[in-house]
């Protein structure tokens, strides 16, 4: 008895279409082959082999998450990178998975990299605190916090400086470990 042949896989929305030709675009412009990749996937402890890298670039094979990271890792980009189109115009519509209509590049990239949200409330209270509510629930107070500093126009010479003051932690000097430098901060880790 034979089995009935298995119809390839199609990937068909924009997310995965766009992560598909970016992997690509990123991967060659490296110069590498797809066994380079692969190499450096396996190298990484996320082994993806040749073929299958050739399927996500065809767009016959889903990227799960773990796939994503592990592929922004071994190409050095952000996740982001691999997740929008980098060759648009920052006003030109492009499509996002789950979404019903189309946003400006500029706003998904904005969305994507964690700076707003992707919808625009009308404006006054609601956007203020539709802002608020996605960076509350999207990001960590700490970043948060060195975020609205940096805004703020804050002095220190480096963003490791005003992390550490805002974070209010400092490395164990010849060590990988941080302590915290102000009450309340909880255990060294």
Do not use: C
């Amino acid at each position: 008895m034979t089995q009935p042949s298995r119809t390839p896989t199609r990937i068909t929305d924009p997310s995965g279409l766009t992560v598909a030709a970016n992997v690509r675009r990123v991967r060659e412009s490296r110069g590498w082959s797809t066994y380079e990749l692969a190499k450096k996937l396996k190298d990484g402890g996320r082994p993806v082999s040749p073929s299958a890298l050739a399927k996500i670039e065809r767009g016959e094979r889903r990227v799960d998450v773990g796939d994503l990271i592990a592929l922004a890792v071994a190409l050095n980009v952000a996740p982001s990178g691999l997740l929008l189109p980098v060759d648009t115009e920052p006003l030109a519509e492009i499509e996002v998975t789950g979404r019903s209509r189309t946003v400006p590049a500029l706003k998904a990239w904005e969305w994507a990299d964690g700076r707003d949200t992707l919808d625009d409330p009308a404006s006054g209270h609601a956007a203020y605190q539709a802002h608020m509510l996605y960076r509350l629930y999207g990001r960590p107070h700490w970043l948060v916090d060195l975020e609205d500093e940096e805004e703020a126009g804050g002095t220190d010479r480096s963003r490791g400086d005003r992390l550490r003051r805002t974070v209010g932690i400092e490395r164990v000097e010849g060590t990988n470990r941080y302590r915290f430098t102000r009450e309340g901060g909880g255990d060294d880790g």
